[in-house]
């Protein structure tokens, strides 16, 4: 006759009961993880409208997409180049309401009704911007890949100094004008040139400036 106590446990069975336990208690969260997940991966589609090189752009766009790919994959303009993608070579650099930012860091839908310029609405072969022909004429580039986003920096780089608007160097230029070729090295430093053409490049820049001032 079998006279263990009913209300007892037996180590077999306690072990049993646990790991269920523990799996049902488990499986909740795991659930809601992967159903995180693939709402993650599911695109937020947004309407995004700005003036492009001086036309008007209308794109319906995954939220999370930069500036950089709207330009060069949506619109096909490829002249804007994708560096580092980090925001630290410069040469994704385009002009946004007349200053210049690294377009691999702000998104698209950040910039509604903004006003984008890139190296492909300042000039054509045929009617340069100065910039571009002072780039041609000093020998402003080498492999050209950095090019776009040097000549958009360069340009805005003059509006900044133009407006006032002080870099770390110096205040401004306005009544300093001899400092104009270490003021624009300095404002120009987030630009890298992998082939190292900066002497060059400043002398481009230093021309136009000269030539607006």
Do not use: W
Not at 5 to 20: K, N
Request: charged share 20%.
């Amino acid at each position: 006759m079998d006279d263990r106590d009913p209300m007892s446990i037996s180590r077999r069975t306690f072990l049993i009961v646990g790991a269920v336990t523990a799996a049902a208690v488990a499986l909740p969260p795991f659930i809601s993880a992967r159903a995180s997940a693939a709402n993650a991966a599911r695109p937020i589609k947004a309407n995004v409208s700005f003036q492009v090189n001086g036309q008007p752009r209308a794109l319906d766009l995954d939220t999370r997409t930069t500036l950089l790919d709207a330009l060069r994959e949506n619109l096909q303009l490829t002249g804007t180049k994708k560096g580092c993608d980090h925001g630290q070579c410069g040469a994704c650099t385009v002009i946004v309401d007349g200053r210049r930012l690294n377009a691999c860091l702000t998104l698209a839908v950040m910039h509604e009704g903004s006003t984008v310029t890139t190296i492909e609405g300042l000039g054509t072969p045929d009617k340069l911007h100065p910039m571009q022909a002072a780039f041609i004429k000093h020998d402003g580039y080498q492999c050209g890949y950095c090019t776009p986003g040097q000549i958009c920096s360069a340009v805005a780089v003059l509006g900044e100094i133009r407006d006032g608007i002080p870099s770390h160097a110096s205040p401004s230029l306005t009544d300093q004008p001899q400092l104009i070729a270490s003021e624009i090295q300095e404002r120009m430093s987030g630009n890298i040139c992998r082939c190292g053409a900066y002497s060059n490049i400043i002398e481009a820049i230093t021309e136009v400036a000269e030539a607006t001032a």
